[in-house]
């Protein structure tokens, strides 16, 4: 089996000029958890695909979101990244912004190491899925700035900006494998059904989950005023305005069933997940999909 | 003839969500000289290429370039831009930086469309055109930045920042129109001389042009301290540092005679792309890009 790690440390960022390519040096060896790589080897494997000719892919994959963390972090004004300064406070803001832009050219730079008959397809769904990065992250922003919304505004949101990357994942291995569309689309489904279930999981553990086991300040989202699902779903049972007190806006939750309903939610979007798995061969690689949900709906951190 | 301006006009921006599109239609539609497209197609009908199958190519590079004059402003802090307020002080600078991304998006989805045996090797040189703009930016930064600097280091940030674009442009356009290598290779090297006369002559001009023609103060990049080539020469001549006065430092290039310097150098360049389009076919094609390169030496603006 492909160790992505290795894979990704024999990446060269030792190239001048120096103040371009050892942000994406550092940024990369960060660490994380190398999901999307993970997600499109996996994908391979289910259909017995050559896992040393996805490995271009998987890397645009993960030097990918690493540029999106790159510019988020900017945008965010974020501080620590992975237990290290951002980019951009290690450096400064041009550079993470300069390198990051390095990023996604390095990101398509490995997409064209593909076979060429593959790589048409594989710039297409890789072009879409940045796309909805794009907009997910214009909409998050749009969300925070809207006097209202509704849980289907907030829903597609973390789809386009978490999801549909992984999603993607799958795919490309999956087609790399040479697995037909309608496989190729139950893996989108399943990482679509995964990916949103994963971040209502993050929202669910931002309100209630242990702060030792979590790594952050329990409330975090409440604090900013976020919308996210539990707010809105809070806001829309008849929650007063809280103004971002913790306690009290918890306190709400726990009254109207907020946390109950989260968590039967992910519960939902994971077995839902999980069907689209049915369709496949069933082998390692897709128990390890079937385990990777399930483990989802238990984590702690 | 195709007509450029009408492509990049037929590009449809009214996309949601539009805090992410706007900008880029803001920015597209702002106008400019588009000379990469005009560049790519130029080199295609040398060769009798079908223009309309360069078109995704020549919109990729224009929505490329605005990519990178969306971000630098951002980096410079500019203000304006072709006369209009810069997408960063319009909007603000996460707009720039997120909408600068998509651009870059954009011109990979441009690209996506050409023909499958085409994309590759397009894919490849516009990859490796789009790291030396990147690395050029830095070198750029890292030349404000260092104690001295040599002639070459200037020579090789604009090659990279300017000339390289220009460069492929032509090579995309000779590649897609079946042009051999040796062809290719001819119209890339008159890009970058092209370029760099370009930029040198931008360079003069900011010295000794006509305020009027030249559409801004003069003496700009001696009041920022820029080290340009005119001001390495002058320093290599062992001018005094004169702190960024603009008269004073005039006067140290005419008493050196830094003008007569540059303007032959220019010249040089200049007559040096001519030599390498002498080995192409003689055609209508061939005389405009003859004429650019007239036009570069005696422009005033």
């Given amino acids: 089996m492909i160790d992505i790690n290795r894979e990704i440390a024999a990446l060269d960022w030792q190239r001048e000029p120096l103040g371009l390519y050892e942000p994406i040096g550092y940024t990369l060896a960060a660490g994380g958890k190398r999901l999307r790589p993970t997600l499109a080897l996996t994908a391979s494997r289910i259909f017995g695909g050559n896992e040393q000719e996805v490995i271009p892919a998987a890397l645009a994959l993960e030097v990918f979101h690493n540029f999106t963390l790159l510019h988020d972090d900017v945008m965010d004004k974020a501080q620590v990244r992975r237990g290290r300064p951002c980019v951009h406070i290690k450096w400064d803001e041009n550079t993470a912004i300069l390198s990051g ?3 996604l050219i390095e990101a398509y730079k ?7 008959d593959r790589l048409p397809e594989v710039l297409r769904l890789f072009n879409t899925m940045a796309t909805e990065i794009c907009e997910g992250q214009q909409r998050d922003v749009d969300l925070a700035q809207a006097a209202s919304a509704e849980i289907a505004d907030y829903m597609l949101m973390i789809r386009q900006k978490t999801a549909v990357l992984l999603a993607t994942a799958l795919q490309i291995g999956a087609y790399m494998a040479g697995a037909d569309k309608a496989a190729q689309q139950a893996l989108y489904e399943y990482g679509i059904r995964v ?3 994963f971040q209502l999981q993050d929202d669910y553990l931002d309100c209630f989950g242990d702060e030792r086991t979590f790594g952050k300040a329990i409330g975090g989202d409440i604090r900013e005023g976020k919308k996210t699902w ?8 008849g929650m007063p305005d809280t103004q971002g007190n913790v306690e009290r806006t918890l306190a709400e939750y726990r009254r109207l069933g907020i946390d109950t309903m989260a968590h039967a939610e992910i519960q939902r979007l994971t077995d839902e997940a999980q069907t689209y798995l049915e369709s496949l061969p069933r082998n390692e690689a897709t128990d390890t999909l079937r385990r990777m949900a399930e483990q989802l709906v238990t984590r702690m951190n």
Wanted: hydrophobic residues 60%; aromatic residues 4%.
């Fill in 110 to 116: 490995l997409l064209a190491q593909l076979p060429a």
């Fill in 101 to 103: 832009d390095q990023m």
């Fill in 230 to 237: 539990m707010w809105l779903q809070a806001r829309a049972k």
């Fill in 195 to 197: 990916g949103l279930a």
